[in-house]
């Protein structure tokens, strides 16, 4: 069987992706997806379909076309078992994603929506114990809808005071995705080229989650029902040293607007590797 090792030079997979199998009865009443008691989700995935998920190492991508790029990034922060825990450790990651989103995006503005968020895959049993949302999402998504990003950022342009939405032109929402635990990878990340995406293939689904001080958070996101010309592809053997970013959304329509992710169980992997550790962030990118 070839091993991951070997993926990283230059091979494909086929893996299972969960995607949505019922879509919902009318506009009004939307799917749910429980983060903390799946089973109470209306949204069904099961049984999953098997795609190839091409490793994208060396094949040059935008986010602007693509939607979703593998840059370098060596972060400051020691222990990301911090992130959350210790708030000068969360300042200083937003702050670093600020400059990194800053440069590589062009825009005139970056503001963190939130600080870092850990994931841990589902047999770190200890690290998730004390955290809420945090277990890898195994169904293709992208963090919001059109109407729920714009919500968003309304929202963040009424609490931070020096931000006005109409002093910019354009505004686009990006996620920072690392990964904290050497490679191989058991449960990578894969990403949709953003231009393989019909708008028949989306579902409206609401995210039913929380967090530490807010007992329960609804927001609406972006699923997807199967179509066999999606083009999924990951990054194997990932290092601390680099982020993946991708859009969640942009107001600009001639730009790649949402990139579907997903995580899924890499069948290279060795079965008795410890279980992959994420840090994931969040930023409001403006442009003149």
Not at 68 to 85: G, T
Not at 130 to 135: D, E, F, I, V
Not at 145 to 167: H, K
Not at 254 to 263: C, G, L, N, Q
Request: with cysteine.
């Amino acid at each position: 069987m070839t091993t991951q090792a070997e993926n990283a030079a230059g091979s494909d997979v086929f893996a299972t992706v969960n995607y949505i199998r019922n879509r919902p009865d009318s506009d009004t009443h939307p799917l749910e997806f429980v983060t903390e008691v799946e089973e109470w989700s209306t949204m069904q995935t099961t049984p999953g379909r098997e795609v190839q998920i091409r490793n994208a190492r060396g094949i040059p991508t935008a986010l602007d076309v693509e939607g979703f790029q593998l840059i370098p990034h060596a972060s400051a922060v020691d222990d990301f078992d911090l992130i959350e825990a210790d708030p000068s450790v969360d300042a200083r990651y937003d702050t670093e994603m600020i400059e990194l989103l800053t440069r590589v995006t062009g825009a005139s503005r970056v503001v963190m929506l939130g600080g870092g968020k850990k994931r841990h895959g589902e047999g770190a049993v200890e690290n998730l114990a004390p955290l809420t949302n945090a277990k890898p999402a195994r169904y293709p998504h992208g963090d919001n809808t059109d109407e729920s990003a714009t919500a968003l950022a309304e929202l963040f342009d009424a609490i931070v005071d020096d931000l006005d939405l109409t002093d910019y032109s354009r505004y686009a929402i990006y996620n920072v995705w690392r990964c904290v635990t050497p490679p191989p990878q058991d449960i990578p990340l894969a990403v949709c080229d953003a231009r393989s995406i019909k708008a028949s293939d989306e579902v409206t689904v609401t995210a039913v989650t929380a967090t530490s001080n807010v007992s329960e958070i609804r927001h609406d996101t972006t699923s997807y029902v199967y179509n066999p010309d999606h083009r999924w592809f990951y990054f194997p053997g990932m290092t601390r040293d680099e982020v993946v970013i991708f859009k969640s959304h942009d107001t600009d329509p001639d730009r790649a607007r949402r990139v579907p992710h997903t995580a899924f169980d890499d069948p290279t992997c060795p079965p008795d590797t410890h279980t992959r550790a994420s840090v994931e962030a969040r930023g409001l990118a403006l442009f003149p």
